[in-house]
């Protein structure tokens, strides 16, 4: 049995509204989107027009930089709209769903084909996209070869879904495809992190050709980056690749029957949900198929992704490209007498100065309140405390925020992702944006180094 | 409330850019936020944020400061009863009268050291930032009790203005604010900082019993040899000449057990500085040599500021080091600089004071070699790889 990597460091935020481990069928969506800002520092060239019609499976836009990279639609349709933001920047592409036209890119199998035709298969189809890199946690480049491949098993994010109820209900046997076809791309090791005393999953237990750990603690222990640092960290010069497990499905659902499907199972999660449950969406599908007659009333908003890392999107905007979740919370747009001196009952806090922390109480309420104003850094020794990596955040934060380039890279710039100082950012008595300045680092870094 | 909400929000746009009273808008801005936590959303980042905020993290510590705040009160009383002959004061009436020598001193620190952080706010277009909220309940507890108000005024506006704003305000500065304003009064005004005469209320204006001195422990075992010193429980309890909050260990204690369950000020830096002060004062003992040698190493723990320095004053965030493993060597060498200041130094009779703004100049060269190792182990990896 692999060694378990017991984690101290981190904090479970105790969200009510988690879901029920009940799974809907796929509701019928006929609008979906595909959002640049799903992918950071892509420059992306547009291959379609408002009123081309698009199969499941055909381009979209492509990677400046590497034109074999495409990106495509997630389903048959039109085109309807190609959004644009302030100086026309691109936002998202909107298509309506029309026909169930899908192009077959081919069955085969990875183990039969080369690492080069592989490659091509994934970056034609559109599917190369969920494969990501650290450094810089962006779609990784296809003219490097990794040194491993790393994927989480769990997600440890509040209402984060069961990742082992979701792949024991996924439909197919692609699991070990999808890993055939990562294990042509790097001469590394494939390493696959599951929860400790998760449940048996057969799909997952007999998995060959990667090799498992187990992690315990509390979040961001399932976040992939956290695992890396632990399992093999990142060092300068090297790449490697993380992928989320439901698309390494959809990977080898690729390989197996020749389409571009990455349908998944995603939780719908929040106070502000009336029926939080798990459902099968495709990312790019507008949510509002989801929470049709299930929301609460009053100030909602909705999220694609975790509380921590999500994005804010409209009713009926569209599920972002790598997400599990939608969350939904009450809008935190209230002032409160005395706020920051009241006992805290139900508040739920990091610091042990409410009274919710001798108590025991299993879920809180949270909104989306800042409780609090900017400052400058205060307080030390605590943002460690939810960052189980061996990097100095605020030391990091400050090279950062002085564009001192070399300090970055020595402070570990090359190993963290935005996600893995969102529990700083949550704790932090400032109120600093600090995914924000990470990002702004990484993107920094990207710039610097080409 | 919510007529005060509404009051507030018709009010708001005077305070706003182009308003009547915009030179006033931190001013406003810090008393809004004092009714009201904002109805600010978040709008980048993590959806969620903790409840906890600056005011909280603050009022934490000024919460912590009360016991030893109202022990001070109590002992100011005593301390006059005792100098003066007073036999027939309650605990209520001491209390009572130190509390009103005490709160001039208060009052005078706020207003001064607010007025300016106001100011700076303005000038910076930042939000006040409430540092200032336990400098200025530090300061008053460090001084002894019948320092002249303008000089607290005086030491108040150097501390903030040179010991913080010129640095960038609160969370830049090097020194820790309160000690510097104590420092300041230390070095300019030395014969209201020390002797026999400060520590009690009256003293200096003349009066008293014939051959009663009221000179600290710290202060009579320099003068007379250690022998002459209260006993060990009396230094404990408080009841003796000193600073106005720095007297009792068990009301600093009681300060300490707040900070340290809420975790808000560092275990490792008070345990460390104690273990540190311990650690030196054993190895004079063993030592032998002079009389100060001598002095058992545990009342280096109960004398002087030494328990206020470690609970409030080296535990400062933005002075202290900020890496977990600097906070053990800061601590550590600050107990040391403590007990080696006060044997081996006959002018300074008090150290912490001396020590810990030593060691806030030296934190950050910790910090450096502290992130430096990290740094090498991270190359290290590349090496090998």
Known sequence: ?450 | MNFLLKKMKKTEPLFQKGGRFEKLHSFYDGFATFLFVPDKVTTRGSHIRDHMDMKRTMSVVIIALLPALMFGAYNVGLQHTRAFGIVDWTLLQMFWFGFLKILPLIIVSYVVGLGIEFIAAQIRGHEINEGYLVTGMLIPLIMPVDVPLWMVAVSVAFAVIIGKEIFGGTGMNILNPALTARAFLFFSYPAWMTGDKVWIEGLTKGGGLDGFSGATPLALAKLDGFAQMPSPMEMFIGTIPGSVGETSVVAIMIGALILLVTGVGSWRIMLSMTLGALGMGLLLNLTGGSEYTQIPAYYHLIMGGFAFGTVFMATDPVSAAQTNTGKYIYGALTGILVVIIRVFNPAYPEGTMLAILLMNVFAPLIDHFVVNANINRRLKRVRTA
């Not at chain 1, 939810?386 to 934060?397: E, R, T």
Request: charged fraction near 25%; proline fraction near 5%; glycine fraction near 8%.
């Open chain 1, 1 to 450: 049995m692999s060694k378990l990597i017991r984690l101290r460091k981190g904090l479970d935020i105790r969200l009510a509204g988690k879901a029920e481990k009940i799974l809907l069928p796929e509701t019928a969506v006929t609008r979906f989107g595909v959002r640049f800002a799903d992918f950071p520092g892509l420059v992306a060239r547009l291959e379609v027009q408002e009123g081309t019609s698009v199969s499941a499976g055909s381009v979209l836009f492509h990677d400046k930089l590497f034109p074999e990279m495409k990106f495509v639609s997630p389903v048959s349709g039109v085109v309807r709209e190609i959004v644009r933001g302030e100086k026309r920047v691109l936002t998202e592409v909107v298509i309506d769903q029309v026909g169930s036209d899908k192009i077959d890119f081919g069955a085969a199998d990875p183990l039969k084909l080369t690492r080069d035709e592989v490659r091509t298969k994934l970056l034609s189809s559109g599917l190369w996209a969920v494969i990501r890199q650290r450094p810089y946690h962006i779609v990784a480049r296809p003219d490097a070869v990794p040194r491993a491949i790393f994927i989480s098993a769990f997600d440890t994010a509040p209402l984060a879904p069961d990742l082992d109820f979701v792949m024991a209900n996924t439909h197919g046997n692609h699991l070990q495809s999808g890993i055939n076809a990562l294990s042509r791309l790097t001469d590394g090791k494939i390493h696959v992190s599951r929860e400790a005393g998760s449940l048996r999953v057969p799909e997952l237990d007999n998995l060959q050709k990667v090799d498992f750990h187990r992690f315990a603690g509390p979040h961001p222990a399932g976040n992939v980056g956290v695992q890396i640092h632990h399992i093999d960290p990142v060092v300068k010069g090297e790449v490697v690749w993380t992928i989320d497990i439901q698309d390494v499905v959809a990977m080898g659902r690729l390989f197996d029957t020749g389409f571009h499907d990455r349908e998944r199972i995603i939780a719908l999660a929040g106070t502000g949900v009336l029926h939080p449950k798990y459902h099968r969406i495709r990312p790019g599908a507008t949510v509002r198929g989801i929470l049709n007659a299930n929301m609460k009333d009053g100030g909602l908003r909705v999220i694609s992704g975790n509380v921590l890392t999500g994005k804010r999107i409209s009713s009926e905007g569209s599920f972002g490209f790598y997400d599990n979740v939608v969350t939904v919370l009450p809008e935190g747009d209230y002032s409160e007498f005395f706020g920051w001196a009241t006992p805290g009952l139900k508040k739920f806090s990091y610091w042990r100065t409410f009274v919710s922390s001798f108590l025991p109480q299993k879920e809180y309420n949270l909104d989306t309140n800042l409780h609090g104003g900017h400052r400058a850094f205060v307080v030390t020794g605590h943002y460690e405390n939810v960052l189980p990596m061996d990097i100095y955040p605020v030391h990091l934060l400050k090279a950062i925020m002085a564009g001192d380039v070399e300090l970055m890279e020595n402070l570990g710039i090359y190993e963290v992702a935005e996600e893995d100082f969102a529990l700083c950012e949550f704790i932090d008595p400032s109120k600093t944006e600090i995914q924000e300045i990470i990002r702004s680092g990484i993107n920094l870094m990207i710039k610097e180094m080409n």
